[in-house]
């Protein structure tokens, strides 16, 4: 049986959103913000999916991010100022630390590997970059090639489509229980990088695999 091919997530999952903490803190906001803002961004553009209306990810991260700040008393400057420094210190995110010895071992093993994301292909493709992995990587595949957002089934079936690959042959791996749960529904396998030790939500349809790092997810592969 041939090695199925990896799919990665890439927000939270190959970048590190907790780097973002020092960009808010410098505008003069919590840097709890920054996990919120996430959320937020994820709620919205979910919902603009949902009604037919897709929006970049960036689009939606702005929208959001303005109308965090503009109700925050202590920020430093206006709104708008502070939600471009922001944004350009999202786009610079370094990568987990398991990041390059992970993508290196699966790349090792066999395994082709393509990263599917809610964001855009040229983000992604950066932060492989800065990874250091990016010659490991077949294609990163983002919104504007998808037209929609995870988790609903068409996105990874799309991306899918696009390398020519069947849902029953890739393996979704992911932080997200969300994003896993769709890729689920789509009929991928999938793979919990379970970085934190969080229980997973009892309402979505376990993973197949779950791992602490994705140096370990090789290994449950082989």
């Known amino acids: ?74 920020l430093h400057r206006r709104a708008d100022d502070a939600t471009d420094a922001i944004l350009t210190a999202f786009a610079e995110l370094p990568p987990h630390d398991d990041i390059a010895d992970g993508i290196a071992a699966l790349a090792s093993a066999g395994h082709r590997i393509v990263t599917l994301s809610n964001g855009s292909a040229s983000n992604a493709q950066a932060l492989l970059e800065r990874a250091g992995v990016a010659h490991s990587i077949e294609r990163c595949i983002g ?21 020519r690959i069947a849902p029953g042959d890739a393996v979704l791996t992911a932080v997200h229980p969300w994003d896993l749960h769709g890729a689920r529904r789509a009929g991928l396998r999938t793979a919990y990088v379970d970085r934190n030790g969080t229980p997973w939500p009892g309402a979505f349809t376990p993973a197949d695999f779950t791992v602490h790092t994705l140096v370990d997810l090789p290994a449950l592969l082989a």
């Open 143 to 163: 919104v504007e090639d998808t037209s929609m957002w995870k988790p609903h089934p068409e996105a990874y079936l799309r991306g899918l489509e696009i390398i």
């Open 1 to 74: 049986m041939d090695l199925p091919v990896i799919v990665l997530d890439v927000n939270e999952t190959i970048s590190d959103l907790s780097a973002l903490a020092p960009a808010f803190e410098a505008e003069g906001v919590p840097s709890s913000l920054a996990q919120a803002r996430f959320a937020a961004t994820l709620r919205d553009g979910f919902a603009l999916m949902i009604t037919g209306d897709t929006r970049s990810f960036t689009d939606v991260a702005r929208a959001v991010l303005v109308g965090l700040l503009s109700q925050t008393d202590t």
